[in-house]
């Protein structure tokens, strides 16, 4: 039933999660419905009704996340909410941000560019995908957390082999220093029940079109109350106001907006609402643990995800190390048996990445490890 509220097409295993999901039809309906009538009628009278909408979902949004409404801004996606971040923290040259080298490039390379311009230090943890714990892991990170680190910005779930970093562990230890923390949720909005109050960031940044299955180019920056006053605005436009009574969305004033697809993440929140975020994140690890235990009677593949309890959820990466370029592997599988996977091609994290949702059964687990077997 529930696979039946996707558009994906007949024939389709679809496996890349991590990269982008498909918008559930409630999420289409309303985002068609909400862009015809936009554009049936684009007088300000008619377009009233989207200022109200957009709080409502706001309001979900923040419900979703367990904070306030005022705490959230809406951004076209993580990319931009963890930049507005990078260029907007009051930073200046000597001070330290410590980031964990499997932070993808919108929380790595823009705080390399950004260092470059303020001369900001960069600590960079180097990556352990397959570190014993989570203690370890975050006496890793503790660790680097020095007298001049101004900011830790970490990621919550990583992309490339989907290891999970101890958030709240991390965010506490950089709270009692004083540190800024910055929570790249890409891979977890929509994944795993997220809590911001529980993790204790001072901001978080997510993606409507990965895990939380909602429009395309929507997105989620968070920044806690108290913090808001230590952010500047990346863009500044029609709606925005120094006044500080707006909370987060003097973060979003960029001009004029696809109202109709913020209107469609009311669907979005909804319908995972609905499901229960326990219930997603319980199958989510169902069908990554079944494919895992299929790889793991397969000698050739060697698996690059972190399979100890609380390192892992969402995202398998296996290397076939026999299978010379796995590119074409890639493509035969799509072209004939409809997988779509993500491969990296080379490197210390050479291999494919599988990525299920709710949409994905047990039997496409199975046909996927054999799949390989066979490869
Ligand atoms: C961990 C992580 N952060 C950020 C992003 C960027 O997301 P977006 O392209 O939606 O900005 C991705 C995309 O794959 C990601 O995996």
Redesign the pocket.
């Known amino acids: 039933m529930l696979r039946k509220q996707f558009p994906l097409r007949e024939g389709l295993v679809y496996l890349n999660a ?2 982008v999901c498909p918008a559930s039809l409630p999420v289409l309906d309303r985002h068609q419905h909400f862009l015809r009538d936009f554009e049936a009628d684009p007088s300000f009278q008619n377009r009233a009704k989207f200022g109200p909408l957009r709080e409502k979902v706001r309001a979900r949004a923040a419900q979703f996340f367990g904070v306030t409404a005022d705490e959230i801004a809406f951004t076209r ?4 909410a ?1 930049n507005t971040i990078v260029h907007g923290l009051n930073l200046k040259a000597g001070d330290e941000v410590v980031l964990v080298e499997d932070n ?1 490039p ?2 790595l390379d823009s705080w390399k560019n950004h260092a470059k311009r303020l001369g900001l230090v960069l600590k960079i943890v180097p990556a352990t995908q397959l570190i014993d714990s989570s203690d370890a892991l975050a006496e890793k990170v503790e660790g680097a957390l020095g007298p001049k680190t101004k900011v830790l910005a970490v ?1 919550h779930v ?2 490339s082999s989907g290891l999970i970093y101890p958030v709240s562990r991390l965010c506490r230890a950089a709270r009692e220093k004083g540190i800024w923390s910055h929570v ?1 949720g ?2 977890s909005g929509g994944m795993l029940p997220v809590d911001l109050r529980q993790i204790g960031c001072d901001s978080y940044a997510t ?1 409507s ?2 895990w939380l299955m909602g429009p395309l180019e929507a ?1 989620v920056l968070f920044v806690t109350s108290p913090q808001q006053k230590n952010v500047w605005p990346s863009i500044v436009s029609v709606g925005y106001s120094e006044d500080g009574k707006g909370g987060a969305r003097f973060l979003e004033a960029y001009g004029q907006r696809d109202d109709a697809r913020l209107a469609a993440l009311d669907a979005t929140f909804d319908f995972l609402m609905m499901v229960g975020m326990p219930a997603v994140e319980a199958r989510i690890r169902q069908l990554t643990t079944r494919l895992m235990d299929q790889l793991s009677k397969n000698p050739n593949a060697q698996l690059r995800t972190n399979r100890k309890e609380g390192l892992y959820c969402g995202v398998v990466k296996v290397d076939l190390p026999a299978v010379p370029n796995l590119q074409v592997l890639d493509a035969k599988l799509y072209k004939e048996q409809g997988m779509a996977f993500s491969v990296t091609p080379a490197g210390p994290l050479r291999g494919i990445r599988v990525s299920p949702h709710i949409y994905n059964s047990l039997e496409q687990m199975d046909q996927v490890a054999e799949a390989f077997r066979k490869a």
């Open positions: 991590a990269n996606n993580t990319s931009e963890s993808h919108s929380n990621t990583t992309s790249d890409a891979q993606s079109h990965k997105g």
